[in-house]
């Protein structure tokens, strides 16, 4: 909740800390399928695509300060999971990539990009296992111009029997997640100054893979 604060306007803050508490309202844009997940190389495959940046501004019921409001928006960082069975995958390469959308959008990335292989393993759900990459640079896309985009890759997926290319094409579509929190203010300041410190308090870069397709 304080590093919410940090992000918002100095005369906003001190309205908040004034009123004792505060409702956060957070709306998360992210890029997901529109179709069900798609089974390649005899694993399903899911794209998440990471917000890296917020906008914050104001909550106003009856012209009066309620709380802020945070966007969770773009530039996004891709991550690429794989899910499948103990035993049949090892890993799994990307060895080129695209996404494409409205507007005759066409963005091949680089190869240095999706650089390294994925090694499956096991997850808390048993008889499946998973793979994730992070691919990068960072993309920034218009997302009032690309409401829809389409990702093709071509991947090689290692299985007990050898090595096969194949090809996974994912169509995405623009959501929008909203979630609240009401938290009292000085409370939070009080335990932010007691933990700051702590190693167990600092936030993760990228948050943990997905249990499920």
């Given at each position: ?18 009123s004792g ?17 798609t089974r ?99 993309l920034r ?73």
């Amino acid at each position: 909740m304080m590093s919410t604060m940090r992000l918002l306007p100095p005369f906003l803050c001190l309205c908040l800390l004034l009123s004792g508490c505060i409702h956060i309202h957070t709306t998360r844009h992210e890029y997901t399928a529109t179709a069900s997940p798609t089974r390649v190389g005899g694993c399903v495959f899911r794209a998440e695509f990471l917000p890296q940046s917020q906008e914050s501004g104001l909550a106003l019921s009856a012209m009066v300060i309620g709380g802020a409001t945070v966007s969770e928006v773009g530039p996004f960082l891709l991550r690429l999971h794989a899910f499948g069975t103990p035993g049949d995958q090892r890993w799994f390469e990307i060895r080129s990539l695209r996404l494409s959308g409205p507007g005759n959008f066409d963005a091949p990335m680089e190869p240095r990009g999706f650089a390294g292989r994925a090694t499956f393993e096991p997850t808390k759900t048993p008889g499946q296992t998973r793979a994730s990459l992070l691919l990068g640079p960072h993309l920034r896309l218009d997302e009032k111009k690309l409401p829809t985009l389409v990702l093709d890759a071509n991947i090689a997926i290692a299985r007990r029997r050898g090595v096969s290319i194949e090809h996974l094409r994912i169509p995405l579509k623009l959501t929008k997640t909203g979630s609240g929190k009401t938290t009292y203010i000085l409370a939070e300041i009080w335990r932010d100054m007691h933990q700051r410190d702590s190693m167990d308090n600092l936030p993760q870069a990228l948050p943990p893979p997905p249990e499920s397709p």
